[in-house]
RNA sequence: GUGAACGUAGCUCAGCUGGUUAGAGCGCAGGAUUGUGGCUCCUGAGAUCGCGGGUUCAAAUCCCGUCGUUCACCCCA
């Protein structure tokens, strides 16, 4: 019986983990001087935590979702996205009753059940933060930045941003009563994804690949021409604040997000380092999610960033991140009766934090320093009865090739202070 | 959910239109150097040809199914 991950699942193995610890570690780091606190939520929640936000008509929703039945016959979900977690926590944990805003960041593993490809599988990293509490412009203008300052953190340069503006709920009830009329009328022209999503959310038919489609939509309402004065207001000067601290944008008004909770900005950052899916966080403005959460009304923006797309970009790129760090040390006996003698050596060069191995597979000596070569270790210490003899044992320098006895019970404080010296 | 390509040693692949013991390079282990790595040379281990079924005297090769991978669509990080 041979055992496999899951389909769309996979091992993160060495060096590919230290790239996704490394964005844990840059995002962290950079969100606590941005002001956000860590909150951890469940692997799963209810259903309808996720049901209710995001949409029941939403992709996610109607057929990505990991969702099962406890032993008690609750339906559970394991969580698709970040948000609607943190939404769910700020009431339950009445949140609201501290002083506003309140400013969020998560690290966490998501689930969707999707067909795998580039840059997608059915689990997957993100971080992202949550400003709960105002709906201050300039808040938007903080979770952009934040972006756009991680990822020039990380040494990813060539990004792009789009944005746009979905308008708040009076502006849109107009502008869908519009759209759909438009489509009606020429829903025969249009293909047949597009006939069902004027049914399903008219919104989505912004995202046909189809020409003929494209073209028609081409003359369509946008909701740009609907945006109400309030929201307009709001959205100018999110822009003017991307401006003013030199953050270039690209208007997309066919932006459409993929949750139905999104209310005035949105946004989405792209990188040309990857394939079809290329975006690497999104995000954008809730403002009424929190209330139909049963919260009181709390306006809120967030984003989430893809870690292991990020991890891509920096792989294409090659952008290293840790230094590569090596075993200092290699213990190589000259025969099988020392391995005792060289595993006490170890414990006591590993209890002075010199990081150091021995071959445990009884190579022979030639072979044992084949394994020094390979890991790339700068010393190697040889235990032989020709040195115990004496109480010594040999040191060589690999790179240079040069042996010296030392007295056994130096070994310790002679190897720390060539390693602190280099 | 839709479409296409692919699945042969640890890795990258060869194996033409079915025909004996399935190969190479790299890697791994041992040796040449009876106590010394990186170069070279020699030797060796390692493959139920993804899995199941079918056609055939004969299947890695053809057919069907299945699982998986990859890429794209949908959608999204």
Known sequence: MKFQTPRGTRDILYPEVEYKNYIFEKSRELFKIYGFKEIVTPTFEQTEVFTKGIGEASDIVSKEMYTFKDRKGRSLTLKPEGTAPVVRSFIQNKMYGKPLPI???????????????????????????????????????????????????????????????????????????????????????????????????????????????????????????????ECKEHFEKVLKGLKSLNISYQLNDRLVRGFDYYTKTVFEVTTPELGAQDAICGGGRYDYLIEDYGGPPTFAVGVAIGVDRTANVMMNMSIKPFPEKNIEVFIITINDELKEKASILLDKLRGNKISSDMDYCNRSLKGQFRMADRLKVKYVLILGEKELADNKVSLKEMETGQQLHINYDNVINYMKDKINVR
């Open 103 to 229: 400013k969020l960041f998560y690290c966490s593993q998501m689930f969707r059940y999707e067909r795998p490809q580039a840059g997608r599988s059915r689990e997957f990293s993100q971080v992202g933060v949550e400003i709960l509490g105002t709906i201050d412009p300039l808040a938007d203008v903080e979770v952009i930045s934040l972006v756009i300052n991680l990822y020039k953190e990380l040494g990813i340069t060539q990004t792009k941003l789009f944005i746009n503006s979905m308008g708040c709920r009076n502006c849109r009830r107009d502008y869908l009563k519009d759209l759909v009329n438009f489509l009606k009328i020429r829903s025969k022209k249009l293909c047949k994804d597009c006939n069902f999503r004027i049914k399903k959310n008219p919104l989505r038919v912004f995202d046909c690949k189809n020409e003929n489609c494209k073209q028609i939509l081409a003359d369509s309402p946008t909701l740009k021409d609907y945006i109400c004065s």
